[in-house]
């Protein structure tokens, strides 16, 4: 069974000091790997999109990379308006495509 | 660019009543739409997949009378929570597919009292 798997459910962080989120996944025929950022009662903002294991992707404080069984966002010294949940996806090609998310890491980066 | 629009974003309605949600892809066209029910703390999890003109797909699971999808045209997607109950009191989200990847509604809050 295709599953996306984020650790760690919830991550206190102070400002300034940097850390890794992680996304693992057991799916077959996966097309893209997604990271985006949710804030509370708000839809899911896009971050990056990988495809290949060694790919890396940046955008300001926040860096993805992709394994061929896991994804890390690393944040390089966080500010608190990086707090939000931070969500993975998996787009797989199962008849159609389909996108499976992750359960989410809560980040809350305090000042 | 890209940019899918939900409205309205937070409804309450009486139980047994019914709720239209809309999904509008502003600047391009959505053949295919996804739409998403996320419980507090929770990860979003796929209802159905909208396709232009065709029936809605719905996941196992999804009661396909009590949520109904109509996608009508290639920019609006519509979710109808029918006879609603507290139970499917949720935040929606919709989701459109474009040449760039996935872009997302805001999502809508629905409570039902």
């Known amino acids: 069974e295709d599953q996306v798997t984020q650790s760690p459910e919830a991550l206190r962080l102070q400002e300034g000091e940097s850390s890794s989120l992680n996304c693992s996944y057991t799916?077959?025929?996966?097309?893209?790997l997604f990271w985006y950022r949710q804030d509370p009662g708000k839809g899911p903002e896009f971050l990056f999109t990988?495809?290949?294991a060694g790919e890396e992707k940046e955008k300001e404080r926040l860096k993805a990379t992709l394994t061929k069984k896991e994804s890390f966002l690393h944040i390089t010294a966080p500010k608190p308006e990086d707090s939000a949940t931070y969500l993975c996806?998996?787009?797989?090609?199962?008849?159609?495509?389909?996108?499976?998310f992750g359960t989410g890491t809560r980040l809350k980066v305090l000042a | 660019g890209a940019v899918v629009s939900q409205h309205p974003s937070r409804v309450i309605c009486k139980s047994g009543t019914s709720v239209k949600i809309e999904c509008r892809s502003l600047d391009f066209q959505a053949t295919t739409m996804f739409w998403y029910r996320q419980f507090p703390k929770k990860s979003l999890m796929l209802m159905a997949t909208?396709?232009?003109?065709?029936?809605?797909?719905?996941e196992q699971g999804v009661e396909k009378d009590k949520f109904l999808i109509n996608h009508a045209s290639l920019t609006l997607s519509t979710l109808t929570v029918t006879s609603a109950h507290p139970e499917d009191s949720s935040f929606y989200i919709c989701s459109a597919l474009f040449s760039g990847g996935y872009t997302f509604g805001s999502g809508t809050r629905l409570t039902v009292v």
């Open positions: 909208s396709n232009e003109g065709s029936k809605a797909t719905y």
């Open positions: 799916v077959s025929g996966l097309r893209g």
């Open positions: 996806a998996v787009q797989v090609m199962s008849g159609t495509y389909k996108y499976i």
């Open positions: 990988l495809y290949s």
